[in-house]
């Protein structure tokens, strides 16, 4: 069965920086495409961000110059480094392959504010 353990967020000033880690325990993993997605309280969940087994990355709008997603192979693991967080950018985030399985994980919550 598939398990994904998301982590690293927590609360951060507008402006600063997270690195968040996704462990994706299912195998061939280095075979899927992976995401990032997030849910802010009240809205649908989405993704944004996203990498392709040869890398190819592709972002949302609103994360497209201050996300970076990146994976690693060897460690089942995909990351997320955020810049410049926004209050907006506020929400849980999950990772998933994409487009994404029936599992999820518990995701981890990020809390921009001052």
């Known amino acids: 069965q598939v398990q994904l353990v998301e982590s690293g967020g927590g609360w951060v000033q507008p402006g600063g920086s997270l690195k968040l880690s996704c462990i994706i325990s299912?195998?061939?993993?280095?075979?899927?495409?992976l995401g990032w997605y997030r849910q802010i309280r009240g809205n649908e969940r989405e993704r944004i961000a996203r990498i392709s087994r040869d890398g190819t990355t592709a972002y949302g709008y609103d994360v497209k110059g201050r996300f970076t997603i990146s994976r690693d192979d060897a460690r089942n693991t995909v990351y997320l480094e955020m810049e410049h967080l926004r209050s907006d950018d506020s929400a849980v985030y999950y990772c998933?392959?994409?487009?994404?399985?029936?599992?999820w994980g518990q995701g981890t919550r990020v809390t921009v504010s001052s």
């Open positions: 299912r195998p061939l993993f280095s075979s899927y495409s």
């Open positions: 998933n392959s994409n487009p994404p399985g029936d599992t």
